[in-house]
Structure formats: structure tokens, C-alpha cells
């Protein structure tokens, strides 16, 4: 039972920090950078450098066309769940077809749930365990981080992404829940997303945004 609460704990707490490192909010020089998203990313069984540049590229053009990161936006929660297994490699694949430089990171990252798969099943049951909750963990991104966040983009952009608040569950989530306001300051770290919060509530009630209440 210990097991499940300890993933949960290094995915948000990995998810956070590659979340930070893409968007330059550590600080990070270039090869820092690199090897935060190569390690981040293989922690995750995903690749760090191919989430970068379909974030940036989300950030550029949600919710318009060639979005393979948003676009699960606009789907049912049923159609969100299905479309899952193919959402990491979709953002490979993007990414890579897209890619100017770093194909080489990106090669790399992609062959690390491979080798894990094969180091777990011939020598180690913990490391077959991860790897195989890790993957199918990458299933609910679409749900979790695109569809239950984005649900029913408008054309303004405080209409693009929802924000939840509460005492409990933000903090769980290391502050991932603020999503409105990263989405409109998308370079403040997650650590300071609350106090953002604070700061636009008089923006946010003026144009009729009602924060949604959790725990």
C-alpha cells in the first residue's frame, strides 16, 4: 500500500519539476537544462525534450491546429481515456519531426523505457513494476493534464484553461491546479502560482471568472 502514495509523490513531484525546467523558471544554463529534462523524463518513462517543444508549441498556439499536446482538449472524458496510449508517442513523434537540434536527446529518451523493460524483466522486478505502472500512468495524461484543465477552450484566453483552488488538493499537486494562471504567466514558477492567484483575483472577478473550489 506504501507503494502507490510513493509513485504518486515522485510523479508530481518530477512532473513539476520538468514542467519548471521547460519553461526556464529554475534558472537552468542549457546543458543544466538538458540533463534535467533527460533525467526528469526518464524517471516518467517519457521524453523530457519532446514534452518541451510540444509545450512551448502548446503555449504558442492553444487551441489551434497542429497541438498534438492540447488536443485532447476538446474530447469527451470516455474519448480522452482512449486515446491515451498513443499521447506519448504522438509527442515523440512530433517533436522529432519537428525537431531542429537535440534529435540525439531525443533518441536517447525514447529508448530508455525500452532498456528498462528489458534490465526489469531479466534482472530486477521493482524496476519491471515501475516501468510498467510509469507507462500506463502516460495513459492518463491526455484526462489529466489536457482534457479535465482545458475542457471546452474559448477564444479569449481566459477562457482557455480552468483554475482550481483549495487547501488541500493544490498543494498535493505541487500547485499544477492554478492552470488559468499559468497559462497567462507561463513563466512563473509553480511555487509561486498562488500568490499570482492572489494577485489576479480582482482581474479574474472583473471579467467574470469564478475559480472552481476543491478541497
Do not use: C
Amino acid at each position: 500500500m506504501v507503494g502507490l502514495p510513493a509513485v504518486f509523490l515522485v510523479f508530481t513531484t518530477v512532473i513539476s519539476l520538468m514542467h519548471d525546467t521547460v519553461h526556464g523558471s529554475l534558472g537552468l544554463r542549457r546543458r543544466a537544462t538538458d540533463v534535467t529534462l533527460f533525467l526528469a523524463g526518464a524517471v516518467l518513462m517519457v521524453s523530457g525534450h519532446a514534452y518541451r517543444a510540444t509545450h512551448i508549441n502548446h503555449h504558442r498556439v492553444f487551441p489551434g491546429p497542429d497541438d498534438p499536446e492540447g488536443a485532447a482538449a476538446t474530447l469527451s472524458i470516455g474519448r480522452a481515456l482512449v486515446v491515451g496510449p498513443l499521447h506519448v508517442p504522438q509527442i515523440w513523434w512530433w517533436a522529432f519531426t519537428h525537431a531542429r537540434r537535440g534529435r540525439g536527446w531525443l533518441l536517447a529518451e525514447a529508448s530508455v523505457p525500452f532498456v528498462a523493460l528489458a534490465v526489469g524483466a531479466t534482472a530486477s522486478r521493482p524496476l519491471l513494476a515501475y516501468t510498467v505502472l510509469a507507462l500506463v500512468g502516460g495513459w492518463l495524461y491526455p484526462l489529466l493534464t489536457v482534457r479535465l484543465p482545458h475542457a471546452h477552450p474559448g477564444e479569449e484566453a481566459v477562457t482557455q484553461a480552468r483554475t482550481l483552488r483549495g487547501r488541500v488538493v493544490p498543494p498535493l499537486l505541487l500547485e499544477q491546479t492554478y492552470h488559468l494562471e499559468h497559462h497567462l504567466y507561463p513563466r512563473v514558477p509553480s511555487y509561486k502560482l498562488p500568490e499570482l492567484a492572489r494577485r489576479l483575483d480582482p482581474f479574474l472577478r472583473s471579467v467574470g471568472v469564478v475559480p472552481r473550489r476543491v478541497p
